[in-house]
């Protein structure tokens, strides 16, 4: 448990370093960023919204299953580990959000810029809260579209972020789970992945530094306990002896 702790914390302290560091810079959103970082920005988020975040669990549950090699059933185990991290993430996110209820960046923004009653805005049902952002950035020539259609189809609230929840989740059970059997390029790629996946949540208006630390803390925490699960009852982490034998040998051949 010592060694699975080590590496899910040095993880979550990678991923905090960016939304710590924003934080603490004062950096405060406005809109008026590059349209073409904005719109990579948005493919950063796009694959963890629904639908697409669905694809990139099966496609990244499918990946880990493949580099561990387990057998039938524990594999299956594992399957269910994973993914009940994940979706535990999520409705401990829906469930905190609704007892905060902080609004998003851009929802102040409306109220400075266009008289939102923010308020107001969040005792209405999620489909007029989007028609309402609709209406009030119909006539507006600096934003762009996707962003419009975006703001209006994410009008619920900012605390924590659930989409870092997911990205990080998936980054941490990645160390977690690959770390031991030396699959060093897909945790690597994972990482840059979740910290777009969260710089994206920043630029595009939608949640505060604070949302991704939090989110980022909840995920360090069932990824842990995700971890020892899998490590507990579906097969040893680390490298069998067998094929160190084999690594071994190959070092002493080079």
Known sequence: MLKILKRTSLGALLLLM???????????????????????????????????????????????????????????????????????????????KEQVQEPRPYVLWLEKSYGLNEEAFYQLKRKHRGELVSSLLENDTQLPGWLKRHWAFETGFAFPSGHTMFAASWALLAIGLLWPRRHLITVVVLFCWATAVMGSRLLLGMHWPRDLVVATLISWLLVTLATWLAQRFCGPLSIPREEQQEIAQRDDVL
């Open 18 to 96: 960016m939304p710590l560091g924003v934080w603490v810079s004062g950096w405060q959103w406005q809109p008026g960023e590059s349209d073409t970082v904005l719109r990579v920005m948005f493919w950063m988020t796009e694959t963890v919204t629904s639908p697409w975040g669905i694809l990139t669990s099966i496609l990244l549950s499918v990946w880990v299953l493949w580099c561990l090699r387990f057998r039938l059933k524990p594999a299956i185990l594992l399957l269910m580990i994973m993914n009940g991290a994940i979706l535990a993430g999520q409705y401990t996110k829906s469930f905190i």
